[in-house]
């Protein structure tokens, strides 16, 4: 039996930005999806998925997966059609948009097949492999979710926009930073919203050009601010951020509300993370004592998850 597994993520400055080359940064969380693969005498492969999830999630996201596992065949160059695998997802990340669940699972997945047919492959080739495997859901993925479910911790990333390697640095925190994530409980598809920014974007160039300009300023303030732990800046600018990606029309109301919850209980900041129009949301907090509260206040609301963690070491 081979096993591997990959991690959460969240994007705390960037998603969609940084399908257009514009940097983004994405924080690894400790939960994670773990993949087992085992061998069979059959030709092809069998998929067993008992991940927790967002209901509705892995019916939504099934045709997808299958793609990319396809993908990660192809790229790891094995043949199933004498005989093949059955490979059992499982771990203790919940399943929903955002968090990067289809990334930690295409990472967990190259990993056990790594494993099962030592193949030999190194971070960088799991990485890659992830990637074709992200392909499957999308098809102009920027490479985040993938890296920060491959390497974990706090990812700077920028994607080469002429399809060369994406730049990526690892920063590390003086002290973990605390996070509340939040679920809507509603499936986005990334494929869709990825496809409606696109739209949106080559219709009116100059609205796309203003936003995103504000936003490489934001972005690069952001990363300062937070490796000096000025949590408050960080916060204001992840409001910000949210705001623009409000303008990007990938927010929706449930998200916008449990935002709004998260900076009336404390948040130092708070925004959608990931793909939006559903999916989860992200807020800061000074403290641990503040995260917790956040944390009340958004179970009292009904949110469909709630989730306290750290990031930055
Ligand atoms: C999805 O987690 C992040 C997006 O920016 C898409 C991508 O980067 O491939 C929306």
């Not at 693969?37 to 991940?51: A, P, T």
């Not at 699972?105 to 494993?115: F, G, K, P, T």
């Not at 509603?186 to 974007?201: H, M, N, P």
């Not at 956040?294 to 306290?308: D, N």
């Amino acid at each position: 039996m081979g096993i591997g597994s990959g991690k959460g993520k969240a994007i705390l400055f960037g998603e969609h930005f940084v399908v257009y080359g514009f940097p983004a940064l994405a924080a690894g969380i400790s939960s994670e999806t773990v993949a087992k693969v085992m061998r069979r005498r059959s030709s092809g492969w069998v998929l067993l998925d008992n991940r927790p999830a967002m209901p509705g999630y892995k019916e939504q996201k099934s045709d997808e997966q299958n793609v990319s596992i396809e993908n990660i065949l192809r790229y790891c160059n094995i043949d199933v059609s004498r005989t093949g695998f059955k490979v059992e997802l499982g771990g203790n990340l919940v399943c929903a948009s955002g968090i990067g669940a289809s990334a930690a699972s295409s990472v967990a997945i190259a990993r056990a097949l790594n494993d099962e047919y030592s193949l030999g492959l190194n971070d960088k080739q799991i990485n890659e492999a992830a990637y074709e495997g992200e392909r499957g859901y999308h098809g102009t993925p920027s490479g985040i979710d993938n890296t920060a479910s491959t390497y974990g911790g706090l990812v700077w990333f920028t994607r080469d926009l002429k399809g060369g390697p994406p730049k990526f640095e690892a920063l590390k925190l003086k002290r973990p930073v605390h996070m509340v994530i939040a679920s809507t409980g509603l499936t986005a598809s990334t494929k869709e919203v990825v496809g409606d920014v696109k739209r949106k974007k080559d219709e009116d160039p100059d609205w796309f050009k203003e936003l995103s300009s504000e936003y490489d300023e934001l972005v690069h303030e952001g990363r300062d601010a937070l490796i000096q732990l000025d949590l408050a800046k960080v916060g204001n600018l992840m409001n910000r951020n949210h705001e623009l990606l409000q303008e990007m029309t990938v927010s929706c109301r449930e998200l916008d509300s449990l935002v709004e919850i998260a900076r009336k209980s404390g948040a130092s900041g708070a925004k959608m993370t990931g793909t939006g129009r559903g999916g989860n949301m992200i807020a800061l907090a000074s403290d641990e004592k503040t995260m917790k509260k956040i944390a009340a206040a958004l179970e009292r609301a009904k949110a469909a998850g709630v989730w306290t963690t750290t990031f930055g070491l």
